[in-house]
């Protein structure tokens, strides 16, 4: 069963504007959110993360929000440059395990 | 300084046949874990190494599936009789893991094991 969702599996942003990727989970123990951004050929980087205790974390053109109530988590990104097309997963963990989405493939078209 | 690496970058095998995958982690981190991706999945998690603690190998999806870390550094994933379904990319992070604080992990490029 899958515990962290990512419904949409890709996502096209002009660049310049603001890109919004999803995350949804089941499971209310998920005390740690983080996103990493993967290149084709590459493994994944880490990107931003979020602790169950805040709802927001920014660092630079990336935003973190958790609504724990909602079990949702998104990330936002602006602007959005043609360098930021990659595939984002969203991660939450509980304890020594980490659990991923199945990933957003973002194009930012120049 | 240098990032995970792992070895092979590719293999290809044949069904029933053994490989052994390796990962050398950041030299300090204590962390080490293995996952691995199979097309059209997110990333699965295998199993955790941390320092001299036994495993959590709560993530092997069967008992053909086997780690063992020498020395608190390098990693080998041993997969036994292969099955087609076990084409994958095979990822391995590691972290710093101080005094139990989550902390961000850091990948090697994979391995892209195809099984015919």
């Known amino acids: 069963d899958q515990q962290v969702k990512q419904n949409s599996p890709s996502l096209s942003v002009q660049e310049g504007r603001i890109s919004i990727l999803n995350c949804d989970y089941t499971n209310s123990m998920f005390d740690y959110f983080l996103w990493y951004k993967k290149y084709p050929a590459e493994g994944p980087t880490f990107l931003i993360s979020i602790s169950s205790i805040k709802d927001k974390n920014e660092d630079g053109r990336f935003t973190v929000f958790l609504n724990k109530s909602a079990k949702h988590l998104s990330l936002h990104i602006v602007p959005s440059q043609p360098g930021d097309s990659a595939v984002y997963f969203c991660a939450a963990s509980f304890g020594n395990q980490f659990y991923f989405g199945t990933g957003t493939s973002l194009t930012v078209i120049p | 300084g240098a990032g995970v690496s792992q070895s092979p970058s590719n293999k290809v095998t044949e069904k029933g046949k053994d490989v052994e995958l390796r990962c050398d982690p950041i030299s300090g981190h204590t962390a080490l874990y293995w996952y691995r991706q199979s097309l059209g999945q997110g990333l699965e998690f295998l199993i955790y190494?941390?320092?001299?603690?036994?495993?959590?190998k709560s993530g092997l999806p069967s008992d053909r599936f086997s780690a063992e870390r020498t020395g608190g550094s390098v990693s080998t994933l041993t997969i036994q009789r292969t099955q087609q379904e076990d084409s994958a990319v095979y990822l391995c992070?590691?972290?710093?893991?101080?005094?139990?604080?989550?902390?961000?992990?850091?990948f090697g490029p994979g391995t892209r094991l195809t099984v015919l």
């Open positions: 992070a590691s972290s710093l893991d101080l005094a139990g604080v989550t902390d961000t992990q850091y």
């Open positions: 190494f941390q320092g001299n603690s036994a495993p959590d």
